[in-house]
Each structure stands twice: as C-alpha cells, then as structure tokens.
C-alpha cells in the first residue's frame, strides 16, 4: 500500500540548533515533493517545493534534500526558533496525476 | 482579502442532517481541491476540480458531492451526515492541474462536529 511517514509525531528541540525532520515514502513515484507549515486552527502554508531532479532547495533557514532512491526527504530548519513551532507536514505527487498526497505531520516545539 | 475563503468555519449538526461547506478563491486558479483532516490530523485529499475534470477519491463515500457553479467556487455538500464525517474540511486551490508547477492555498478550515 502507499504510505507517507514522517519520522516522529512530535520532536522538541532547543532555540538556536537546527531541527531535522524526515518524510519517508512507499509505493509512489513522484515527480516532486513540498513541505508545509500548519499552525494550529489554520490552513497548510506551502513553504519549499523540491523536483525529482533536485538534490537540495534552500530557502533563508529552511534546507530541503530530496533522495528518491532512499525514497526520503528531509526538512531542516538552521537557527531555530520559538516562531518555528508549527505542524510540518511533507506532501508527494502520485506520479502523474494531479492531486497532492499528505504525510502523517510532525510537531515540532522549538524551546526557549 | 482573503486568497482562499471557506464558509462556515464551524458548523454543529445532528446525525442524519445534510450540509454545505461553501469556498471561493479570488487567486484565479482553476484547479480547486477538498481535503479532509480527521482528530489525529491527517490530511487526507477528497476531490480534485478544475473546469474539465472531476478527480474523486475512491476511499470518499458517495453522500460527499462537490459542486463548481464557477471557476472560482466549490462547494461540498454532505448527505446523512455521520458521527465519523466529523472532521476539519479544508479548500484549496492551485494555479493549473499540475501542482508540480505550484503549491496549493488553503483555506482556513471548517470545523465540522456531527451529534
């Protein structure tokens, strides 16, 4: 069956390192993937979006990696803060088709 | 104002009831999505629409319908409304069919709590 994990629920963390979350798939073949932010009681932001053909994408503190033979991504964000505590949700295409597929989401607390 | 707007934001009903969950994007995107997102927070696609094709997940029961009267309209009607269909129901919209090219804009959400 098909299957995006994300690495851990929750994840704390202390302000000023750098948090790593990972998005882990199964069974899809996507041509790009796209990370999102969701506070609580809000909608999805879009913050990165990364290609197949793309090994990294940087944005300010945000770094994406993209290994689709490991069938990984992983989310880093450089100099964390205490704004940065959200739900981080990994989104993949199912190869072809239009429709945007959710991971499972990790929380992640930045603490001060 | 608002890029994507969904109506209402909270919405209490009875078992059996039927009801609508209106959405409006001013972006003028023409592809619109429906997601449900159930108390664990999975997101979870429900429909895809833009003005040649309807995309429906084959996991959604049929008393879901979206209904398009415009580009920039879609709107989710629920029949014999279930204690399971509560959940947060998002809108989102996209510039073309292929979200490669782009990301998609959500709404805010509405709440929906079936008795």
């Known amino acids: 069956s098909q299957k995006i994990e994300q690495n851990s629920e929750a994840l704390n963390i202390q302000e000023g390192k750098t948090a790593t979350l990972t998005c882990n798939y199964t069974?899809?073949?996507?041509?790009?993937l796209q990370w999102y932010r969701q506070d609580p009681g809000r909608g999805p932001v879009f913050l990165l979006l990364?290609?197949?053909?793309?090994k990294e994408k940087r944005k300010e503190r945000l770094k994406v990696t993209f290994d689709t033979t490991l069938k990984q991504s992983l989310f880093h964000i450089t100099a964390s803060q205490p704004a940065d505590s959200a739900t981080y949700l990994c989104a993949l295409d199912s190869g072809g088709a239009n429709n945007l597929f959710f991971g499972t989401g990790t929380r992640l607390t930045v603490i001060p | 104002d608002t890029a994507v707007s969904q109506t209402p934001k909270y919405l209490v009903t009875q078992m059996g009831n039927d009801k609508s969950i209106k959405c409006e994007q001013n972006l003028g995107h023409d592809t619109m999505y429906w997601y449900k997102q159930d108390s664990k927070k999975f997101l979870k696609i429900m429909f895809s629409?833009?003005?040649?094709?309807?995309?429906i997940n084959e996991t959604v029961p049929n008393r879901f319908s979206p209904k398009s009267p415009d580009k920039a309209h879609l709107n989710l009607h629920i029949n014999s409304l279930e204690l399971g269909d509560s959940a947060v129901y998002f809108c989102a919209s996209s510039a073309t069919s292929l979200p490669a090219t782009g990301e998609l804009f959500f709404g805010e959400g509405s709440r929906l709590t079936v008795l």
């Open positions: 629409y833009n003005n040649k094709e309807l995309i």
């Open positions: 069974n899809y073949s996507p041509a790009y």
């Open positions: 990364i290609r197949e053909n793309e």
